[in-house]
């Protein structure tokens, strides 16, 4: 079974410092996008960044980029120059292009303090 | 362009009863995915159509159903709501040629309250 897990239920970062979110996966195939969506409060899920599985390339979206280890199934979110209107829900996903089923973890709740 | 509108935003049933949800995809896609969202459970992926068509399905019980129409609208209807189907439901849709690149683009969500 594919699964995706983030170990950090709640994470706080001062205004301006960087934070790095985590994330795990387990799945056995070759063909997948893995993503970080952001839930604001009592806002819609958008798109933060999206890294291929074939690409070695770390994905990076200004502010935003992520480390893609693909040997260690992780896959973690480096926000730098953290702003406040960052504080929001994260949200590592999965998806391949076998099942079609974007599989989300538990999601990172994150506090930016002035 | 308008992005996904779900409705209701807001609803209260009792058990026992059914709903209807509904979602407009973002005009040109024709992909509509639709997940339950819980403080316990977290995202859970419900089923997935493009074309009419359920393309894909999570594992919920029978009482979960949806559809979609040939404008790409879609409605999800749960029968028989328990305690347990109280949620924030979310439907996303995707541009053509990304579905399985997770191009998703969601609504704000229907809120569910079961009593």
């Known amino acids: 079974a594919q699964t995706v897990t983030q170990s950090q239920p709640e994470m706080s970062v001062q205004e301006a410092e960087t934070v790095t979110l985590s994330c795990t996966y387990d799945?056995?195939?070759?063909?997948?996008?893995l993503f970080w969506y952001k839930q604001p409060p009592s806002r819609q899920m958008i798109l933060v960044i999206r890294q291929e599985a074939y690409k070695q390339q770390n994905a990076t979206e200004n502010r935003f980029s992520v480390n893609f280890q693909k040997a260690a199934k992780s896959f973690s979110l480096k926000i730098s120059d953290s702003q406040l209107g960052d504080t929001a829900m994260y949200f590592c996903a999965f998806i391949s292009s076998n099942t079609g089923k974007l599989i989300f973890g538990q999601g990172t709740t994150l506090q930016v303090k002035p | 362009k308008a992005g996904v509108t779900q409705t209701p935003r807001y609803l209260i049933k009792t058990r026992g009863q059914q709903v209807t949800l509904s979602c407009s995809p973002i005009?040109?896609?024709?992909?509509v995915s639709w997940y339950q969202q819980t403080p316990g459970q977290g995202l859970q992926f419900l089923f997935e159509?493009?074309?009419?068509?359920?393309?894909n399905k999570g594992n919920f019980p029978g009482r979960f159903s949806g559809r979609q129409f040939s404008n790409s609208r879609s409605e999800m209807n749960v029968s028989t709501l328990e305690l347990g189907d109280s949620a924030l439901y979310l439907c996303?849709?995707?541009?053509?040629?990304?579905?399985?690149?997770?191009?998703?683009?969601f609504g704000e969500g229907s809120r569910l309250t079961v009593l």
């Open positions: 996303a849709s995707s541009p053509p040629g990304t579905t399985f690149a997770g191009e998703l683009f």
């Open positions: 005009s040109g896609h024709r992909s």
């Open positions: 159509y493009f074309s009419e068509t359920q393309r």
């Open positions: 799945t056995s195939e070759n063909n997948y996008y």
